[in-house]
């Protein structure tokens, strides 16, 4: 650092923030080492300030604030690739790279995504919502390095959590083998597998990421290989247990990588030299293990069960969240007591999630019945097989599983699962547009891709009351697998039963009878429906409402009922092209019903990907909403939009 740059710095008052300074790392670099630790607090006072506000991902991001600020300060990004794991911990990395002073939309409409995004700031140059994709990623951009003879580094930063997929040890496997220059943070929050470390861990980090030891250690392998083989063998190995019995890596080293760690990841003193160290080594793969707390340097976080992973807006001084006041109950509520229910009845039910027992409910039937609840960690391919093998020794499995997530474990789905027609229940969360989360938690696709397989059933809730009894439905139902789907938040405030009625296997319901035009309703578009069919009735166009309950079976009977005794038939669903639209529309084209001058139209999710937003404006923006119906109606009978009354 220069002279002048380091007068600069210095000259700043103490009424000035640092963070002031820096509106991207380029800045911070200029600072000295000593400052670095008044910009981590006043990044993390800044990050929970934003927070507060806008809502989102929480426990995560205060744990990274000082890795993060010395990953910017000692690496050279963007030319340097940091790529942040899931992304969810990314706000502090936000605001130290030219976002700060949009921090505060957050998740909001036309504002900043809640995960990192390469269309959003070259700072992200990978994107990532879901997890265990980094080291995949960072091996690439480093063979692409070195296929195109750069020299910059590639860092990727990935939690113990997320540790727990196959694909992180795919992705390690491989690079072991290529041996590129890879540095891989491990950010180990939940202790889970470091012992405690202090000065002592922190000082051999230090001595055998540095090069004086690397040295040795070369000098070492060299006269080794000068010894006869089985002195070679017992000369390498002593080394790597000597190394491994002080640093906990020989797992790490198995698959080729060098093993620095673990360190102190709230401690600058600690991380800086040991960055420095791997930033100059001209090794091949690097892992570097950190443990941070979750949470950390805010009290309320710091005392939360969950380290406040994710929040809605709160106050700063108590911690306390603000709570909507709930018109009906949770889907994801409504499906965990209905799950337990059953199990009271069926001692043979089982609960399985991917490492999201609060978000699908599992947690609720976890305290309950701990013996048949199952949290397999980050994998869903594992959780598809592993229900699937309960299945073969007469066990009902129940894997509940978001269904953006569910796509990770397609294949398992396909070849464990359908093809030897085993009765797994899947139950799907985030059905539909997601809100905040934005594309990558959107359930737009499991209609399209579980409706293709033989043997499959595939149900959709319209209220919280049929999920109630989809659930009963998928515990009675042991012909083979089946799926149901519900959507994030509330239900819609009906009536609830007491308890599930199991429904009849592709079998759907007429909700109101009209006599021109037919709106068939998959999901909890229902309710939508029925607001437009009270429209258009006050417009003069009688309209049947129905709930097809079945994507597949689809209930046949009933929609070519609609077909023959309509004008106009419109399908509904919140689910890409290819879903239950296009199977309607099969079944149409088949009986020849299309042949005799009925308008059918199918409304689904547009082709693309929508950002994120309040969910009703979602729906707006993807013209599934009551308006967008009527509109739809309308232009099937060749009037003019503008002859369209407002909706009240």
């Known amino acids: 650092m220069s002279t002048s740059s380091k007068t600069a710095s210095s000259a700043l008052t103490a009424s000035t923030p640092l963070l002031d300074s820096i509106p991207k790392p380029a800045d911070l670099r200029k600072l000295t080492e000593s400052q670095l630790r008044t910009v981590a607090d006043e990044l993390r006072a800044e990050m929970i300030d934003a927070v507060s506000v806008t809502g989102g991902h929480f426990g995560a991001g205060l744990g990274v604030v000082e890795l993060t600020v010395a990953l910017h300060y000692v690496f050279e990004t963007p030319r340097d690739r940091l790529i942040w794991d899931v992304g969810h911990q990314a706000y502090p990395h936000k605001i130290l790279t030219e976002r700060r002073n949009r921090i505060r939309t957050l998740r909001q409409r036309g504002g900043l995504s809640g995960f990192t995004k390469r269309s959003e700031s070259e700072y992200d140059p990978f994107g990532a919502a879901h997890s265990s994709t980094s080291i995949s990623a960072g091996l690439g951009m480093a063979v692409a390095r070195d296929l195109s003879g750069g020299k910059n580094n590639v860092v990727a930063v990935i939690g113990d959590g997320a540790m727990s997929a196959g694909m992180a040890y795919e992705a390690m496997n491989n690079a072991g ?31 055998v990421s540095g090069k004086t030891y690397r040295s040795l250690r070369e000098i070492g392998k060299q006269l080794a290989n000068r010894l006869p083989s089985f002195f070679q063998d017992k000369a390498l190995k002593a080394e790597e247990y000597a190394r491994g019995f002080v640093t906990g890596g020989t797992m790490f080293e198995e698959l080729g990588f060098y093993y620095v760690g673990p360190i102190d990841g709230h401690n600058l003193d600690h991380l800086l030299p040991v960055l420095k160290n791997v930033r100059d080594s001209e090794t091949g793969p690097i892992l570097v293990h950190v443990v941070t707390q979750k949470g ?14 994710a929040v809605v807006p709160f106050d700063v001084i108590t911690g306390t969240q603000a709570k909507a006041k709930a018109n009906a109950p949770g889907y994801t509520k409504v499906f965990a007591e209905s799950l337990a229910k059953q199990a009271r009845l069926d001692d043979k039910i089982v609960a399985v999630t991917a490492a999201m027992p609060s978000g699908t409910g599992i947690d609720l039937f976890g305290k309950e019945f701990p013996e048949r609840t199952f949290d397999v960690g980050i994998a869903e391919q594992h959780a598809v097989t592993f229900a699937a093998g309960l299945a073969t020794e007469g066990y009902k499995p129940f894997c509940a599983i978001y269904s953006t997530f569910l796509q990770r474990g397609y294949d398992q789905v396909v070849h464990d699962v359908a093809l030897q027609k085993l009765p797994v229940r899947f139950a799907l969360d985030r059905a539909g547009l997601v809100g905040a989360d934005g594309a990558t938690h ?82 909890t578009r229902l309710a939508e429906a029925l607001k437009a069919a009270e429209d258009l009735e006050a417009r003069g166009l009688s309209t049947t409402v129905a709930d097809a309950r079945f994507a597949k079976p689809l209930d046949e009977a009933m929609i070519l009922r609609l077909a023959r005794e309509h004008e106009v038939l419109i399908t509904i669903e919140e689910g890409s092209i ?35 937003d309040k969910p009703e404006r979602m729906y707006a923006e993807a013209g599934l909403d009551s308006a967008a119906i009527v509109a739809k109606v309308f232009e099937i009978l060749g009037r003019h939009a503008g002859s369209i009354k407002a909706l009240a």
Not at 189 to 203: H, Q
Not at 594 to 603: A, C, E, N, Q, Y
């Open 296 to 309: 950390k340097g805010y009290a309320p976080a710091e005392a939360s069960a969950d380290k406040y992973h």
């Open 177 to 207: 083998a290529l041996g590129s220059r890879l540095i891989v943070i491990l950010n180990d929050n939940d202790m889970s597998i470091a012992p405690p470390v202090g000065a002592m861990s922190a000082y051999l980090a230090r001595l």
């Open 578 to 612: 290819g879903g239950f639209g296009s199977y309607v529309l099969q079944l149409l084209a088949e009986r020849g019903m299309l042949d005799r001058g009925l308008k059918v139209r199918s409304m689904v999710l547009p082709d693309t990907f929508i950002d994120h």
């Open 442 to 523: 959107a359930g737009a696709f499991d209609v399209a891709f579980l409706g293709c397989l033989p043997d499959m059933v595939v149900m959709a809730a319209a209220d919280e009351a049929e999920l109630v009894h989809m659930v009963a439905t998928a515990a009675a139902y042991d012909d083979g697998p089946i799926a149901f789907r519900f959507p994030r938040g509330e239900g819609v405030g009906v009536e609830m039963p007491e308890v599930g009625v199991p429904l009849e296997i592709g079998r759907g319901r007429i909700v109101r009878e009209g006599d021109r035009i037919a709106i068939l309703s998959l999901g």
